[in-house]
């Protein structure tokens, strides 16, 4: 029994070890999201005056001064938003919000505003020809430093510019195509359907807008991300969805695969994300990280969905749900990912659907006061099929585990909840129920086994 209590512990201390970043990263999500707000108010910028007057020598003084006014604007703003992303933040690398100052103020978003506004009066006054010239040449002098931040500046840039797609239809890119500077150029609700192929991703992919990448198939289009720490950040509040493509993780330092903040919504549909690394510390290694605020109760939306899509190989975790999000999780693949398959914390919730975990360390880890409905499921190999632990409360209906190495199920800590219609076999123990924990037990063909504490 001393291994059976050690594996419970080692899920609660993973679970506190998370926590604090899913706090910092729901915080830091909101300041990032701020730039999607300032976007719309730019694009009047270029719109040619009708009947403005022809420019002349004198008119460039103050041209030339509104462009160099909104650049450093922009160039404020930017710098707002240069929020390292790295592994020390468990489990997956999340901005931190002590470190976005500026471009989240409300002081620089009036600045911006109101460059915005001096230079289109500008420009009705005196024409100033070389308008568009001089601002791109002034916005190229401005260099990013982050993911985050390079993301805020290429969609300002495309926006001030009006290089920004008016149309939200389907966007087609071609092979070697930036995929940053495909989402910063696409209309928000855009679809970017991506080539057969492979495409390679150096550094992380920032998603500010909503957007769909729909690629030719998930065996077709492979988006290899060398990006340390985060693959893709979606950090707006609009829906982002990924459909028939694979993100595999081929970097050699820590990260993980998606991370997504509090307020966010994601999709995946005929989707594969692998190869997710952690560091020897354990940070980073997720699939999947839905990050957040812990709060007392889940949410009543949906923000995560994944439908038919396979999480493999990651070091940590297949999907890592934080804070109060919520799934629906429905005719999903969990093979070999190294701590977990799929992990609630906090108080996440949300269903689980007939899906498959196959020799994952733990299949379905649930902690704290989450509480999933997980229906149909099954599990082979691995160490656990199902673990909860501290006040966890999931409802399991209909479930089959076989061939656990250490027990089908575990039920640890104060765990309450349902358990009916699981079957067991081939495992050393079948359930194993805590001396505190006190589910509601209905038919189970899964031999019973009453745990020290």
Request: charged fraction near 15%.
């Amino acid at each position: 029994m001393d291994r059976r209590r050690t594996t419970a512990a080692h899920v609660r201390g993973r679970a506190s070890a998370r926590r604090a970043s899913a706090r910092r990263a729901s915080v830091a999500a909101a300041a990032i999201m701020a730039a999607v707000v300032t976007a719309p108010l730019l694009a009047a910028c270029t719109v040619n005056a009708a009947g403005a007057p022809t420019p002349t020598a004198t008119t460039r003084e103050p041209c030339t001064a509104a462009v160099e006014t909104l650049v450093d604007a922009v160039r404020t703003t930017v710098a707002g938003y240069e929020v390292p992303l790295t592994a020390a933040a468990s489990p997956g690398p999340t901005p931190v919000p002590s470190q976005v100052t500026g471009g989240g103020s409300p002081d620089d978003q009036r600045a911006l505003q109101d460059a915005v506004a001096a230079a289109r009066t500008t420009r009705q006054q005196h024409g100033c020809a070389s308008f568009d010239r001089d601002l791109t040449r002034g916005l190229d002098t401005i260099t990013p430093q982050g993911a985050v931040a390079d993301a805020v500046w290429r969609r300002l840039s495309a926006t001030l510019l009006g290089t920004v797609e008016q149309s939200t239809g389907d966007t087609v890119i071609a092979a070697g195509t930036d995929l940053r500077d495909a989402v910063a150029h696409a209309a928000a609700g855009s679809v970017i359907a991506l080539p057969a192929g492979v495409l390679t991703l150096t550094a992380t992919l920032v998603l500010l807008d909503a957007v769909t990448l729909r690629g030719a198939g998930r065996d077709a289009t492979v988006i290899h991300s060398e990006a340390p720490n985060v693959g893709v950040l979606v950090a707006g509040s609009a829906a982002v969805r990924l459909t028939d493509l694979s993100l595999a993780m081929t970097g050699s330092q820590a990260a993980s695969g998606i991370v997504a903040g509090t307020g966010t919504t994601l999709a995946l549909t005929r989707t594969r994300i692998s190869g997710a690394k952690a560091d020897q510390a354990g940070d980073g290694g997720a699939g999947v990280y839905l990050s957040g605020a812990r709060t007392a109760t889940a949410g009543a939306d949906t923000t995560f969905e994944a439908t038919d899509a396979v999480f493999a190989t990651n070091q940590w975790a297949g999907v890592a749900v934080a804070g109060s999000h919520r799934v629906s999780i429905q005719a999903s693949r969990f093979e070999r990912n190294g701590k977990a398959g799929l992990l609630f914390l906090d108080a996440a919730g949300g269903s689980v659907v007939s899906s498959t975990f196959t020799s994952d360390g733990i299949g379905i880890a649930v902690s704290d006061t989450a509480a999933p409905t997980l229906k149909s499921n099954t599990v082979t190999g691995g160490s656990v099929g199902v673990q909860t632990d501290s006040h966890a409360a999931p409802v399991i209906d209909g479930l089959r585990v076989s061939a656990a190495d250490k027990a089908s199920l575990i039920i640890g800590g104060d765990s309450r909840g349902w358990i009916g219609g699981v079957s067991c076999s081939h495992s050393p123990y079948g359930m194993i129920i805590s001396a505190r924990a006190a589910p509601t037990l209905g038919s189970n063909t899964c031999p019973l086994q009453r745990g020290g504490s």
